[in-house]
């Protein structure tokens, strides 16, 4: 009987031991326990956290509580951390994209629709990215939330990509700047951001499934900087997993890029987040570095039970509490391992704030303030490629009447489809702006033109085509100015599917065309995420612009430009081709048999196009103006070693009438290299505001590493001693200023 007592005690002993929660053990933490102190370290609060947690709550702690959600403990006081969709506005956090973007969705976030990635590059504007940043994570607090699902800073590989409007553009150094400034914006307001996808999501199709052979150059030197550079400059507190394989491995699961690049090469200190349903493995997982899977709970297994999920192959549940402590009881993670992990999610709950300041909803969703940053960054935005005759900007004293026409005129496309695309409280549509900027002094006439592809299938129809596209040519001969509103939308140009084609999408050519012959002052306007071929009308429109996906306040800023009260100032931050067939990974895509070899090795967009001699149709980093701006004085540091700086000042002049700004591109050329090199290579940007006749000195600072490749010999980074010349101009086929410098060790 005594050993019975004996043997019952000594179990319960254990039992409050690993599990103090157990029998109301709360009192087991004391008031003034250290990881409670603010004053102390991040790492000696979790250090000290650690301790105090069982093995049940550390393992918890890996798998999200429900659809966007992070578990909380409440016996220790550590929150939950509440997600939200970006990185273009806060979208609704209740379930899959299917289900919060349907007509009728069961409770409605309504935000500011911020203009698309591809169109915020557009701007090469880095501080109005930052204040974009800042906005959205005020949403994220006004709405109760405290992380949001952004940046997107993958690479546009393919001009098919279905997600290429979200990100940044083609060139990584651009893409770095622009991300380390939304991320800066973002942790400003003690909001957590997410950079994601790591690494090298380029392509939809078969996104879950697909395994990409890459090489380790091209990796760094192509699909990692982005990344680097939000750990390296910004301490970012978390990065996305991507869906996709790297050279064999999920990359849920690659310990090469989240161990050995991302925590050992980078320094990266925060955690690693799953995309949703991309985990395939436990102890694999956990192992590699992957710390936080999502969703969890029973959304996580309706969403991987459900038909649509098998068909696409998500996986998840892989981190749910039973399995983790299964897989540390069997010795196939270890309680070091494990505390890795938990220890890295803990983290970055104290150095946001979030641990001792828990977030409350602030109510500020879609200020002035907030719609202002959305208009600016759409206004910017806008790239002005062809102006044939100065037909822009429009004379509201000489015109009388414009045809507004096209699928995307009286609809305002904001963004395109799935995780990304935001519910807005209002929006403007092209023939809104239009309309509301001409006044009463100018008619403003409307023709559908052409219905979008997919719509509505009674637009779809030979007559009803016939019937548009008569009403539009009538419109149009009957008005002093055409402007033609064409492009895609969001169940066209989305996540979880990529593009079919490069072409427009049916009939909108045609109507291009039939417009143009109706009425020669015809303005063509792209509303869209991805180049589109222009072969067949480009020779005969006067005009075109590229507004991309501007948010809810797109019309407002297309209506700014047209008529002049704003000067363009966008600058593709990507190339256009002519045709899918000229493109860099033409016939490495999208793959065979779920492997496809980015067999274009470091020659990605304008890389290729300027190596290779292959003519795009506009170049990376064109734009035209209003005005027309003068580089001179080109200085650069004639020689240097070591770690010595290359300082770089020219000077820029407005010489035309208007007030604009430019772009000033910085590329380096290395003739010299023993291995291949691409023909230049963006290494600076500086955006510039000039009154008419006003001169600017603009300046740069280059160190080693904008000399530098990766080596596949050292595995690291190398500048090799011998010149290089320091290129200056006004796109990536518009090199105005050159100059030598030696490096000589």
């Known amino acids: 009987m005594r050993r019975s007592f004996h043997t019952f005690f000594t179990s319960l002993l254990a039992v409050v031991l690993f599990f103090p929660n157990f029998l109301g053990a709360e009192n087991a933490v004391p008031a003034n326990a250290p990881y409670k102190d603010a004053s102390l370290?991040?790492?000696?609060?979790?250090?000290?956290?650690?301790?105090?947690?069982?093995?049940?709550?550390?393992?918890?702690?890996?798998?999200?509580?429900?659809?966007?959600?992070?578990?909380?403990?409440?016996?220790?006081?550590?929150?939950?951390?509440?997600?939200?969709?970006?990185?273009?506005?806060?979208?609704?956090?209740?379930?899959?994209?299917?289900?919060?973007?349907?007509?009728?969705?069961?409770?409605?976030?309504?935000?500011?629709?911020?203009?698309s990635g591809v169109a915020m590059a557009s701007t090469w504007?880095?501080?109005?990215?930052?204040?974009?940043?800042?906005?959205?994570?005020?949403?994220?607090?006004?709405?109760?939330?405290?992380?949001?699902?952004?940046?997107?800073?993958?690479?546009?590989?393919?001009?098919?990509?279905?997600?290429?409007?979200?990100?940044?553009?083609?060139?990584?150094?651009?893409?770095?700047?622009?991300?380390?400034?939304?991320?800066?914006?973002v942790q400003g307001e003690g909001v957590i951001p997410s950079v994601k996808h790591f690494a090298a999501n380029n392509e939809e199709f078969e996104r879950h499934r697909i395994d990409e052979k890459i090489d380790a150059r091209t990796l760094h030197e192509i699909y990692l900087p982005a990344f680097k550079a939000a750990v390296q400059e910004t301490d970012v507190w978390t990065v996305m997993s991507a869906y996709n394989k790297v050279n064999g491995l999920y990359c849920a699961e690659n310990p090469t890029l989240l161990t050995d690049i991302l925590q050992k090469e980078f320094g990266f200190k925060g955690f690693v987040i799953s995309d949703w349903g991309s985990t395939y493995s436990t102890a694999g997982t956990v192992n590699a570095g992957?710390?936080?899977?999502?969703?969890?709970?029973?959304?996580?297994?309706?969403?991987?039970?459900?038909?649509?999920?098998?068909?696409?192959?998500?996986?998840?549940?892989?981190?749910?509490?039973?399995?983790?402590?299964?897989?540390?009881?069997?010795?196939?993670?270890?309680?070091?391992?494990?505390?890795?992990?938990?220890?890295?999610?803990?983290?970055?709950?104290?150095?946001?704030?979030?641990?001792?300041?828990?977030?409350?909803?602030?109510?500020?969703?879609?200020?002035?303030?907030?719609?202002?940053?959305?208009?600016?960054?759409?206004?910017?935005?806008?790239?002005?490629?062809?102006?044939?005759?100065?037909?822009?900007?429009?004379?509201?004293?000489?015109?009388?009447?414009?045809?507004?026409?096209?699928?995307?005129?009286?609809?305002?496309?904001?963004?395109?489809?799935?995780?990304?695309?935001?519910r807005p409280k209002y929006s403007v549509a092209p023939l809104d702006g239009i309309r509301e900027r001409a006044g009463n002094g100018i008619e403003v006439k409307y023709a559908l033109g052409v219905g979008m592809e997919g719509e509505d299938a009674a637009q779809d129809t030979p007559e009803a085509r016939a019937k548009a596209l008569k009403e539009a040519t009538d419109t149009a001969a009957h008005?002093?100015?055409?402007?033609?509103?064409?492009?895609?939308?969001?169940?066209?140009?989305?996540?979880?599917?990529?593009?079919?084609?490069?072409?427009?999408?049916?009939?909108?050519?045609?109507?291009?065309?039939?417009?143009?012959?109706?009425?020669?002052?015809?303005?063509?306007?792209?509303?869209?995420?991805?180049?589109?071929?222009?072969?067949?009308?480009?020779?005969?429109?006067?005009?075109?612009?590229?507004?991309?996906?501007?948010?809810?306040?797109?019309?407002?800023?297309?209506?700014?430009?047209?008529?002049?009260?704003?000067?363009?100032?966008?600058?593709?931050?990507?190339?256009?081709?002519?045709?899918?067939e000229d493109t860099p990974a033409y016939g490495h895509y999208p793959g065979e048999n779920l492997h496809v070899e980015y067999a274009e090795g470091i020659y990605v967009g304008y890389r290729y196009f300027d190596s290779k001699n292959v003519e795009p149709e506009f170049p990376f980093g064109f734009w035209l103006s209003y005005t027309t701006f003068e580089y001179s004085g080109l200085t650069v540091t004639p020689k240097v070693s070591g770690d010595a700086p290359i300082e770089v000042s020219l000077k820029v002049k407005n010489t035309g009438a208007r007030a604009g700004a430019e772009v000033v591109q910085l590329y380096v050329h290395d003739g010299h290299s023993k291995i291949d090199r691409p023909a230049h290579e963006l290494k600076g940007f500086q955006r510039v505001e000039l009154k008419p006749g006003e001169m600017q000195t603009v300046r740069f600072k280059l160190d080693r590493a904008a000399l530098s490749y990766w080596s596949p010999e050292t595995k690291a980074w190398a500048a090799e001693p011998g010149k290089f010349e320091i290129q200056v101009g006004a796109s990536s086929r518009e090199i105005r200023l050159q100059a030598p410098v030696d490096l000589v060790r």
């Open 41 to 115: 370290s991040a790492d000696k609060r979790v250090a000290d956290l650690l301790t105090r947690m069982t093995p049940e709550e550390k393992a918890t702690m890996l798998a999200g509580s429900g659809w966007m959600e992070s578990a909380a403990i409440d016996r220790l006081g550590i929150p939950s951390i509440k997600m939200a969709d970006g990185p273009m506005g806060v979208r609704s956090w209740l379930g899959s994209s299917a289900l919060t973007s349907a007509a009728n969705p069961p409770i409605k976030v309504l935000s500011t629709s911020f203009p």
């Open 125 to 185: 504007d880095t501080e109005l990215v930052k204040r974009e940043g800042q906005a959205i994570a005020q949403e994220v607090k006004g709405l109760g939330r405290n992380m949001i699902l952004g940046p997107t800073v993958n690479i546009n590989r393919v001009p098919l990509w279905g997600r290429n409007f979200e990100g940044y553009g083609e060139d990584p150094y651009l893409s770095a700047r622009l991300g380390v400034a939304y991320i800066k914006g």
């Open 290 to 422: 992957m710390d936080l899977e999502m969703p969890g709970g029973a959304p996580a297994r309706a969403m991987i039970t459900s038909p649509r999920s098998q068909l696409s192959g998500n996986s998840g549940t892989w981190l749910e509490t039973e399995k983790v402590l299964a897989e540390v009881k069997a010795g196939h993670i270890t309680e070091a391992t494990l505390d890795a992990n938990v220890g890295r999610i803990l983290r970055v709950i104290f150095v946001s704030g979030l641990f001792d300041h828990p977030m409350a909803t602030t109510g500020e969703i879609d200020t002035p303030a907030q719609q202002a940053v959305a208009r600016q960054g759409a206004t910017e935005g806008i790239v002005l490629l062809k102006n044939a005759g100065s037909l822009l900007p429009l004379d509201a004293g000489k015109i009388h009447s414009i045809a507004v026409i096209g699928p995307n005129a009286a609809v305002a496309r904001t963004g395109g489809g799935g995780s990304s695309l935001v």
């Open 479 to 580: 008005a002093d100015v055409a402007v033609v509103v064409v492009g895609r939308y969001s169940k066209l140009e989305a996540e979880g599917f990529d593009v079919k084609t490069m072409d427009l999408p049916a009939g909108q050519d045609e109507l291009i065309q039939a417009v143009e012959q109706a009425n020669p002052h015809t303005i063509v306007v792209l509303n869209t995420g991805d180049p589109v071929t222009m072969s067949k009308w480009l020779g005969q429109t006067p005009a075109l612009l590229d507004m991309w996906y501007g948010g809810q306040e797109g019309g407002h800023a297309l209506a700014s430009i047209l008529f002049g009260d704003a000067n363009p100032s966008g600058k593709l931050p990507v190339s256009l081709p002519k045709k899918w």
